[in-house]
């Protein structure tokens, strides 16, 4: 998906001028596009005078933000060992053939991004999904199919 280069710069002219951290214009930035483009940061240094490394720091340090792009709904799935040992592979598979896109990518329309996680330390639960909202425990494959068409219903009606 294109990045709204013009939204982008109407933030950073919102912010200019007041008294705000950088960190609270990088945090309007990641809700306007879900996550903080590196392309977007690029230009931020260059109209603010801030250094893109210092940028870069304040993005990595934060775990509120992304520099990879996640959908309206971000799907994680715990691929950690005693996930694993419980058939999360069989999961992650039915999560990314129902939505047709792998960990680290966003489908087409913006709804959804699927990410694998070493870990959530549930593991008693295994497997397991997070979305932003809820927490799945004891996920089979038609379980996580399940998951997947609610939240579509969701973001459909959302969307209406
Ligand atoms: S391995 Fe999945 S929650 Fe720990």
């Known amino acids: 998906m294109a990045i709204d280069m013009e939204r982008a710069e109407e933030l950073v002219a919102d912010f200019a001028g007041k008294e705000a951290s950088v960190t609270e214009l990088l945090l309007d930035i990641q ?21 893109l490394e210092h940028l870069l720091g304040v993005v990595t340090f934060y775990n509120a933000f992304t520099t990879a792009p996640k959908g ?40 959804f991004s699927i990410e694998s996680v070493h870990c959530f330390g549930t593991c008693a639960h295994g497997p397991v999904i997070v979305t932003a909202k809820d927490f799945y425990g004891y996920v089979t494959q038609a379980k996580a199919s399940d998951i997947i068409d609610t939240i579509k219903e969701a973001d459909e009606e959302a969307s209406e």
């Open 31 to 51: 809700d306007e596009f879900n996550y903080v483009p590196e392309k977007v940061l690029e230009m931020v240094s260059e109209k603010l005078h801030v250094p």
């Open 72 to 111: 309206r709904n971000h799907i994680k799935v715990c691929t950690g060992t005693a996930c694993v040992v419980r058939g999360s592979r069989a999961i992650l598979e039915t999560v990314i053939s129902e939505l047709g896109v792998e960990p680290g990518e966003v489908t087409e329309d913006g709804a």
